[in-house]
């Protein structure tokens, strides 16, 4: 229903909008401005119209603005005034035009998709306008409305959108031809967009397409040459349609066709294509998401943000095409900074992975990995850039632990892509490959390829072909394994290459792989045991050692300063190290010390001090004198010099600077600097000192700082971190004690041993993981970790004193299929304890289902320990959430998606308890305070309660009220009640049950009779009451 005007918010003529949506600025000020226009103009001719806004906009460059504006809105708001208001436009402006410019550019880049159809359609129009006039300009404006048009989208919307803006393009040729860059753009945008035109309904659109791209690309081919290898890749794809067949069979046999200029293929595949024609394919919607998670979401919480983004985007058949241009986009637009590459950043890789396990189409997977793949074939490290080849490489990595199918795809798409892209060219991209191989190591990314290249989880033959075509990388033919840790590759497939186009048929493996990179990560064939890998740790244990070289910096430092960062290099000996470091600060701590010369400085020391930051810091045997030797490293004289030296020492801050230089350099200087100061008896009570550390970095944050190093320390080394965390935890506990974050990165690789030594520490009071006021946050963070972690984490939490009751609430998180260990870890620790009002409400809130016991066992075991306390409870929970309206009962119980209590529940669990009691001699059920409950509800219930729960109300069937008159149909059953079993009659048959009794349960029960009836009867009397 439409909120009425009095209350809704008035509907703007320009965007779409909500009542819950703030009223946009830009069309406030636009309405503000379409007001001044107005008031001017109302009730004058056109000419005394004219004369007046142009008498206005002679007052200066602000009524100058508003006026353009103003005429610019009504000209988008109000059709039939659009043809005057352009042409007092052109009439009174005095800057070419640029006002609107910059307001039709905002309007595409940010509010395009809210855009009214109305406004919509003008726009376009006016830009047909603006292309007419020859506007300065202009062409800027048409590739961002190009920008709009999304791929993968056969809307009717997108589908008019592409047809104007073709129209435009088409009919004002002469003026596209005077701009290279719109010839360019164009070309890549409708070259891509003819994949998704093909169906009989589209053709129409599509041969004006074609028509248009081959016009383009015949008649200025060197203007569209430089789009570089991508407009190969566009044209590899639909070089199936008749006239674009003719222009590919030119462009591979008869290149000086096209161009005088143009020499080959192999000139067109080696440019690099630039960022300006990847990025055009996205809309600036999609462009946004991607950047946001690629900057902004933490690398394990992005599942809601990809489904998101797939809902939004990637849901269709047709939107398989867009997938290429994500990837392209990724790889060569999204080039994060060394320190969101050093965080816990959505990684690249991740994103990638997703996006080929969405896959559900064979062409539309061949061409995502050749889009993945395609900067590698005629990679030069002079010309392109290590960030566009990354990110396959990582996929590959990264996946061959828990999805090895697409590391055996992807591996396999790159061997035979080497013969098969283009025969004639294989020796080149043969060479492509190699050198991103290579690239690759010398950058790092990977330290050695062998144990990705020759890994047991590949099939045998996939491991011989990679043998075969990259032996450099390989080592050697490792035993036969067997068959059941293998991952079969797809069977052999012949790709069709008819013109040189690439057409893989093979069967994807993305059909059964979750598109979790970072949530599931089980073993095919091992699915119960679970474990996480952050790193891939064979690669660290065969790092070569390689000679420091500071070429490139040293020639940059003065004198001084280079004589010494010198024989640093040649010194041979740790003393004679220290001894010149100890100088080096010196220097740098002079007055006259140059601080621009400080990240020169910090790269010498990084790369000299290289060795030091590798293997482990940690003595095997930790004592005093080992701890002390350790801490004896050059780096380390930093270190000591800080600590002797006071904050507002302007030494102080100097070496703060240093260190940070050299921190974004070498980011384990980090957790090294939590080790000094841990460790060095110089450094005792300093560890403040690392905020200030952590302030003076490029992060300048203390938490970022702290998490970012202790998951360093956790990759390289876990006995350093375990040692660390007591140091930790105690020294900043703001940072540390509300983390989920770090307390993950503990449990996901401590051993059992390690585990069991923090437990020790806990206990001894040397640490403290947990407080009252965030435990329950973590523990419910921590059910999405894997089984070990979770049990570890519940291990050190029953470490400490905190009260079970401060984490109870968890029980309306957890499921009982999914949060197993949570499950089994609350139920060891509540049968420990007397139930509390609190833990039964908790317990009875759990949804009834016939496999979960949860609730029934301990229940059953308090009823066994603690029936008279557990009595007053449930009857308690009975009483008032019988006394709730029930249809107030359904809507809490709907408006949550945490588990709620409502009356049925507690019946059904009670019902539950009954049955499971049925065969026992446990008298729960014979308790005063329960029969009194039962009757009470029964009394006001509706029938089909009554009927649903009959056996479980017929218990108190004969249970009469001592306090009010027994009703008709209880009249003659005093005699054999249940009560008079159990003892817990009234008052006057006490002696005689006393008398009669000799079992020691019925002696045991018989103080207790009266305690529990006058409880019970006060409870019921006020109640009635």
């Given at each position: 229903?439409?909120?009425?005007p009095a209350k809704g918010k008035p509907q703007g003529r320009l965007l779409v ?365 002079e010309k392109d850039s290590i960030m566009n080849i990354e990110p396959a490489i ?124 970072s949530d599931d990560e089980e073993e095919i064939n091992n699915k119960g045991n ?496």
């Amino acid at each position: 229903m439409e909120p009425s005007p009095a209350k809704g918010k008035p509907q703007g003529r320009l965007l779409v909008s909500t009542t819950l949506d703030a009223k946009d600025e830009l069309e406030e000020r636009l309405e503000r401005c379409v007001g001044i226009v107005t008031s001017l103009t109302n009730g004058l001719s056109e000419r005394e119209a004219n004369d007046a806004i142009t008498a206005n906009v002679c007052k200066g460059p602000q009524q100058h603005e508003e006026v353009c504006l103003g005429l610019f809105a009504l000209l988008l708001t109000e059709p039939p005034q659009a043809q005057r208001c352009y042409r007092d436009l052109t009439l009174v402006n005095r800057d070419g035009m640029n006002v609107v410019l910059i307001k039709i550019n905002q309007i595409l880049m940010e509010k395009f998709l809210k855009l009214q159809d109305v406004c919509r359609t003008q726009l376009v129009w006016l830009v047909r306008e603006l292309v007419k006039s020859g506007v300065i300009g202009a062409d800027g404006i048409l590739m961002t409305l190009m920008k709009q048009i999304a791929g993968g989208d056969i809307t009717n919307k997108n589908l008019w959108l592409a047809e104007n803006v073709l129209d435009i393009l088409v009919e004002q040729r002469e003026w596209v031809l005077k701009s290279g860059m719109l010839i360019a753009m164009s070309v890549y945008t409708y070259l891509r967009l003819i994949v998704d035109h093909g169906t009989p309904a589209l053709l129409v659109l599509r041969q004006k397409e074609v028509d248009f791209c081959i016009g383009l690309l015949r008649e200025k081919f060197m203007e569209c040459f430089i789009i570089g290898r991508d407009l190969v890749r566009l044209l590899q794809i639909v070089a199936r349609i008749p006239e674009m067949e003719l222009l590919w069979k030119d462009l591979l046999h008869n290149p000086q066709a096209l161009s005088p200029q143009f020499t080959g293929l192999l000139q067109l595949l080696t440019a690099r294509t630039s960022r300006k024609f990847l990025a055009c394919r996205l809309t600036p919607d999609m462009e946004t998401k991607l950047l946001f998670m690629t900057s902004r979401v933490r690398f394990g919480q992005q599942k809601r943000y990809q489904d998101w983004f797939q809902r939004q985007y990637l849901s269709t058949a047709e939107s398989q095409s867009l997938r290429c241009d994500l990837i392209r986009y990724i790889c060569g637009v999204v080039h994060p900074s060394n320190e969101v590459l050093s965080s816990d950043i959505l990684p690249r890789w991740a994103i990638i992975g997703w996006l080929l396990t969405t896959c559900t189409s064979n062409v539309a997977a061949s061409n995502a990995k050749l889009a993945l793949f395609y900067d590698w074939l005629f990679f030069s490290p002079e010309k392109d850039s290590i960030m566009n080849i990354e990110p396959a490489i990582l996929v590959m990595h990264h996946s061959m632990k828990p999805h090895p199918a697409i590391t055996a795809t992807l591996l396999d798409f790159m061997c035979r892509i080497i013969p098969h892209f283009f025969p004639p060219l294989e020796g080149q991209v043969r060479q492509g490959v190699f050198n991103s191989l290579t690239f690759i190591m010398e950058k790092r990314v990977l330290a050695h390829l062998a144990p990705l290249f020759d890994n047991p989880k590949l099939d045998r033959e996939l491991r011989s072909m990679l043998r075969e075509r990259f032996p450099e990388f390989c080592s050697s033919p490792s035993p036969p394994t067997e068959g059941r840790d293998e991952v079969k590759m797809e069977e052999s497939v012949s790709l069709e290459m008819d013109n040189h186009v690439l057409l893989d048929k093979e069967d994807g493996c993305y059909d059964n792989t979750e598109a979790a990179f970072s949530d599931d990560e089980e073993e095919i064939n091992n699915k119960g045991n679970k474990k996480r890998e952050f790193r891939f740790h064979p690669i660290k244990e065969a790092i070569i050692e390689e000679p420091a070289d500071i070429t490139p910096y040293v020639d940059q430092l003065d004198d001084m300063m280079k004589e010494k960062v010198l024989q640093l290099q040649k010194g041979s000996d740790t003393e004679t190290h220290c001894e010149v470091m100890q100088e080096i600060v010196d220097l740098i701590l002079e007055e006259d010390f140059e601080s621009e010369q400080m990240s020169t400085l910090a790269s010498c020391l990084a790369e000299l001090f290289k060795g030091h930051f590798r293997g482990d810091v940690l003595p095997d045997e930790i004592t005093e004198e080992s701890l002390e030797e350790s801490v004896c490293k050059p780096v380390c004289l930093v270190f000591r010099n800080l600590c002797q030296m006071q904050e507002d020492n302007s030494g102080f801050s100097v070496l703060l600077e240093m260190l940070a230089e050299l921190y974004q350099k070498q980011p384990k200087i980090g957790y090294h600097l939590l080790y000094y100061l841990k460790a060095s008896k110089a450094a005792m009570g300093k560890m403040s000192l690392y905020e200030s550390f952590a302030q003076a970095t490029a992060l300048g944050d203390l938490h970022t700082c702290l998490m970012m190093d202790m998951k360093a320390c956790q990759e390289d080394d876990i006995r350093l971190l375990c040692y660390l965390t007591p140091s930790i935890y105690t020294e900043f506990p703001d940072e540390t004690l509300r983390s989920a974050e770090l307390l993950n990165m503990i449990v996901a690789v401590i051993d059992s041993t390690q585990l069991q030594e923090l437990m020790c520490h806990v206990m001894i009071g040397n640490l403290v993981m947990f407080r009252k006021d965030s435990v329950l946050n973590i523990l419910i963070q921590s059910l999405d970790w894997e089984t070990f972690e979770q049990y570890s984490t519940w291990q050190l939490f029953l470490a400490h004193s905190i009260p079970l009751e401060t984490i109870i609430p968890i029980l309306q998180h957890l499921k009982y299929k999914e949060h197993p260990e949570a499950l089994s870890c609350l139920l060891l620790q509540l049968r420990r304890e007397k139930p509390s009002g609190e833990m039964v409400k908790m317990v009875l809130s759990r949804p009834c289902h016939p496999e979960d016991q949860f609730t029934t066992s301990i229940l059953r075991h308090w009823a066994a320990k603690h029936d008279d306390v557990l009595g007053e409870h449930i009857k308690a929970l009975l009483i008032k959430n019988n006394n709730l309206p029930r249809k107030r009962q359904s809507l809490r119980s709907s408006s949550s998606k945490l588990a709620q209590l409502t009356l049925e529940q507690i019946l059904e669990h009670m019902d539950n308890l009954r049955l499971n009691l049925s065969n026992t001699k446990n008298s729960f059920f014979t308790q005063t305070p329960i029969l009194q409950a039962l009757q009470h509800v029964q009394a006001s219930c509706d029938e089909a309660h009554k009927m649903r729960f009959s056996d479980l109300f017929s218990l108190a069937e004969e249970y009469e009220e001592p306090s009010s008159k027994p009703p008709k149909s209880r009249r003659k059953a005093p005699a054999s009640s249940p009560r008079s079993r159990k003892g817990a009659a009234t008052p006057i048959s006490n002696e005689e049950e006393s008398a009669s009794s000799s079992a020691s349960e019925e002696e045991d029960s018989k103080p207790k009779a009266p305690k529990r009836k006058r409880k019970g009867s006060s409870a019921v009397a006020s109640d009635s009451d």
